[in-house]
């Protein structure tokens, strides 16, 4: 029943969509607090390399995964969003970062 739900009227592709699109935007905000991404991801996973003194601090306030070590200083981290992330989080997150 679920997936005839997900496929009836684009809504799989609707909330595919409304992903992306808040990756791009979690993208940018990271991008804006120097944070480098590790890949051009089109994807609702965006990678970023953060210093590795940086990774508990965020941790406190926002839910990401290490991926693996980049170097001796950095850490390659997966951010993910998805149909339910919203512009607040986002914005939560700018206030975070700044």
């Known amino acids: 029943m679920q997936f005839d739900t997900l496929f009836t009227d684009n809504l799989y ?20 607090h120097g944070f480098r991404p590790y890949n051009n991801s089109p994807t609702n996973q965006q990678f970023f390399i953060i210093p590795n ?6 941790q406190q306030h926002i ?6 070590p980049y170097d001796d200083a950095h850490t390659t981290c997966r ?5 339910a992330t919203t512009d607040e989080e986002l914005t939560t997150l700018d206030r975070i970062l700044k």
């Open 79 to 83: 951010f993910v969003t998805s149909w």
């Open 63 to 68: 839910v990401f995964e290490t991926w693996a």
């Open 13 to 32: 592709l609707r909330i595919a969509a409304h992903a992306n699109q808040q990756a791009r935007q979690l993208r940018d905000i990271m991008q804006r």
């Open 53 to 58: 003194e940086s990774i508990a601090a965020l």
